[in-house]
T-cell receptor, first 114, second 112 residues
Framework: KAGVTQTPRYLIKTRGQQVTLSCSPISGHRSVSWYQQTPGQGLQFLFEYFSETQRNKGNFPGRFSGRQFSNSRSEMNVSTLELGDSALYLC?????????????FGEGSRLTVL | AQSVTQLDSHVSVSEGTPVLLRCNYSSSYSPSLFWYVQHPNKGLQLLLKYTSAATLVKGINGFEAEFKKSETSFHLTKPSAHMSDAAEYFCVVRGGGFKTIFGAGTRLFVKA
């Protein structure tokens, strides 16, 4: 069974640009969540989607958004990039939502903002 | 509200000696608790999980953790460290409301 796939794995952007990251969950998983990992702030929850609906959102500005498609694939978008957005963005899928199931993580998309 | 505190940012052990990584949690309802490991430039891998069944949970690679409700702790242990255990470990709380809280992480160093 294929794992969680994130694309692209690495990308470099400049301040003010926007970026879209993609996540394909494990087949059959309906919940996808996103996390930002930085050396200073650690791992922080961005949002979780279940059945194409955002179920919860972390404390991030509105520049961070996401969506989930009918096949459970998800994208997240960051607009008007800032230097502080440089991070490893991790996606995880879960068989069910609601917070009790185990998360299966992708290898992440490393974003560098210059 | 939920929170997770990993009591040590760094732990250093010698190969073959026991490992103890400490985690305290706070939750207003019965949470699900997890330990994940992250090797450099990799995603997170599940070591073990507690979901209100047995309080002593066995995971992969010889790791185990004990859920102690009275102490609100979920410490991770391994009897004998191996060089390949060197990584960062995260204690995670998940509960109702589709929210996931990560501890700050504990970096484990294993000396030969």
């Amino acid at each position: 069974k294929a794992g969680v796939t994130q694309t692209p794995r690495y990308l470099i952007k400049t301040r003010g640009q926007q970026v879209t990251l993609s996540c394909s969950p494990i087949s059959g998983h309906r919940s996808v969540s996103w996390y930002q990992q930085t050396p200073g702030q650690g791992l922080q929850f961005l949002f979780e989607y279940f059945s194409e609906t955002q179920r919860n959102k972390g404390n991030f500005p509105g520049r961070f958004s996401g969506r989930q498609f009918s096949n459970s694939r998800s994208e997240m978008n960051v607009s008007t990039l800032e230097l502080g957005d440089s991070a490893l963005y991790l996606c995880a899928s879960s068989l069910v939502g609601g917070g009790t199931g185990e998360l299966f993580f992708g290898e992440g998309s490393r974003l560098t903002v210059l | 509200a939920q929170s997770v505190t990993q009591l040590d940012s760094h732990v250093s052990v010698s190969e073959g000696t026991p490992v103890l990584l400490r985690c305290n949690y706070s939750s207003s309802y019965s949470p699900s608790l997890f330990w994940y490991v992250q090797h450099p430039n990799k995603g997170l891998q599940l070591l073990l999980k507690y979901t209100s069944a047995a309080t002593l949970v066995k995971g992969i690679n010889g790791f185990e953790a004990e859920f102690k409700k009275s102490e609100t702790s979920f410490h991770l242990t391994k009897p004998s460290a191996h060089m390949s255990d060197a990584a960062e470990y995260f204690c995670v709380v998940r509960g109702g409301g589709f929210k996931t809280i990560f501890g700050a992480g504990t970096r484990l160093f294993v000396k030969a």
